[in-house]
């Protein structure tokens, strides 16, 4: 590896450092020059002087932005330097250098509309700002695999590619496999819940769904980070909500804890959610709409984009970010549903997160019988499920999960208008590169 430390390890105290990086500004005052290095970490400020290093000095004139260096150079404290280092150079190297001008300028804080920013992604991802949300993103979702992990839950990989969907046929994406029809995968549900059946218990996947919907919202994208877990031998929904909510708690925390600067860079300021978050039925999300927002979703076996938006309003100011919403009348065959002595139409759970669906779970139907009534009833093409409906039929036990969207959990932990800005190289319906 070519010699260096990050920016952030630079010692005032040492005698010399090393770092390497992108040019990110340069400032040229006559017998004087300062170069802003960026690296993954931050920002260092190298101050070249035609007295004190003639041949550095004369080096640097050519230095262009987003130039690649290497810099050799002792550390001096300074005031005016960002994060109160600077470097007095003892070697200077260009590495690589950049094309001129850029199409998107990465130092100055110029304000440019989404879609140029995804046209040019390449640079826009060297901006600070967006680096922070992905290294946010990285810790936020190694904490929540620790969390699963240290439970003893069994991390799975489910096939993207299948004969056909598990959430409903209008949003599948056709592919040619070989020479026959096939579609790409919109959720691991049916595997996860097969491998209850093979008795592994508790697993979770962090993966990728396809949904060929055609929206225009800040929250939908076509290919999504998705975050699945399922556990047997439940009791009910309720230990599913426990498993997601204190796995998001964990998460969160270990956000607040181990991402100061990013949160700092992003301008967040993020709060983890220790109190229990509060569990109310579908009927009493909509007496609460009616009575106190005077709302009524457009289809009244859903909550809609503004109803979550209100209800997340309400329990925040309670103080919960985040709440389950129980009981979804309607629900896909693989949920539990008009089980004798519920209350519920269903054991289907959504969680909002501030404001905003977040994620879908619940108890699964294990009894296969009961499953293929509703199957028919629901008009669903048995055909298409054979093999989950054999699987399932060689003894299951009861058990639940949920699918949790990554992008939207990184959305609103980094505080982001529109859903793309938490993926790196967003899917939606007009965009397919870069
Ligand atoms: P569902 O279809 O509700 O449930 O999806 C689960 C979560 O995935 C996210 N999500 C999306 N995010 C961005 N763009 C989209 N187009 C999009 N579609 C879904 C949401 C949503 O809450 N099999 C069930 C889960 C389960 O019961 O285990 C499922 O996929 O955050």
Redesign the pocket.
């Known amino acids: 590896m070519i010699e260096r430390i990050h920016t952030s390890e630079v010692d005032p105290d040492a005698d010399e450092v090393a770092i390497a990086g992108h040019v990110h500004e340069i400032r040229d005052l006559g017998g004087l020059v300062f170069l802003i290095v960026r690296d993954r970490e931050g920002l260092i400020q190298v101050v070249f002087k035609e007295e004190r290093e003639p041949e550095l000095f004369e080096a640097v004139q050519d230095a262009g932005s987003e130039d690649v260096v290497r810099v050799v150079g002792k550390p001096l404290e300074s005031d005016q330097a960002p994060g109160g280092v600077e470097l007095a150079p003892t070697a200077y190297e260009v590495l690589d250098e950049a094309d001129s001008p850029l199409p998107l300028e990465i130092s100055k804080d110029v304000d440019v509309d989404l879609s140029t920013r995804l046209d040019n992604r390449a640079l826009d991802l060297r901006k600070p700002e967006t680096l922070a949300v992905f290294s946010l993103r990285s810790k936020l979702m190694t904490a929540m695999e620790e969390w699963f992990d240290e439970e003893g839950f069994v991390d799975i990989k489910t096939p993207l590619i299948s004969k056909g969907g598990?959430?409903g046929g209008a949003?599948l994406f056709p592919i040619l496999y070989y020479d026959r029809d096939a579609f790409l995968s919109?959720?691991?549900?049916l595997y996860?819940q097969i491998l209850m059946a093979a008795g592994y218990e508790a697993v979770y996947e962090t993966g990728t769904?396809f949904?060929a919907?055609d929206?225009a919202t800040s929250?939908?994208?076509?290919e999504?980070a998705?975050f699945?877990?399922?556990l047997a031998y439940i009791e009910d929904h309720d230990d599913v909500m426990d498993v997601q909510e204190e796995s998001l708690r964990h998460a969160i925390r270990a956000v607040v804890e181990n991402a100061e600067r990013e949160l700092d860079l992003l301008d967040v300021d993020l709060t983890v959610p220790e109190e229990d978050f509060p569990r109310i039925t579908f009927d009493e999300a909509l007496d609460l709409l009616e009575t106190e927002f005077g709302h009524f979703p457009e289809d009244p076996t859903d909550l809609d984009t503004k109803g979550e938006k209100l209800l997340g309003e309400h329990f925040a100011e309670q103080g919960h970010p985040a709440f389950f919403v129980v009981g979804y009348p309607d629900e896909?065959f693989?949920?539990m549903q008009d089980v004798e002595g519920d209350e519920i139409a269903s054991r289907?759970f959504?969680?909002i997160y501030e404001g905003?669906?977040?994620?879908?779970?619940?108890q699964?139907e294990h009894d296969v019988e009961r499953m293929v009534e509703v199957m028919e009833e629901e008009g669903v093409e048995q055909a298409n499920f054979e093999f989950y409906i054999e699987a399932l039929s060689f003894g299951t036990p009861p058990h639940?999960?949920?699918?949790?969207?990554?992008?939207?959990?990184v959305q609103q932990v980094a505080g982001l208008d529109n859903?793309k800005e938490a993926i790196m190289f967003p899917r939606d319906p007009n965009r397919l590169e870069p």
Request: no cysteine; glycine share 14%.
């Open positions: 598990a959430e949003e919109q959720s691991p549900q996860k769904a949904r919907e929206f929250r939908h994208v076509s999504i998705m699945d877990v399922e896909k693989y949920y289907k959504d969680l905003q669906e977040l994620s879908s779970g619940g699964r639940g999960g949920y699918g949790l969207g990554i992008d939207r959990l859903i």
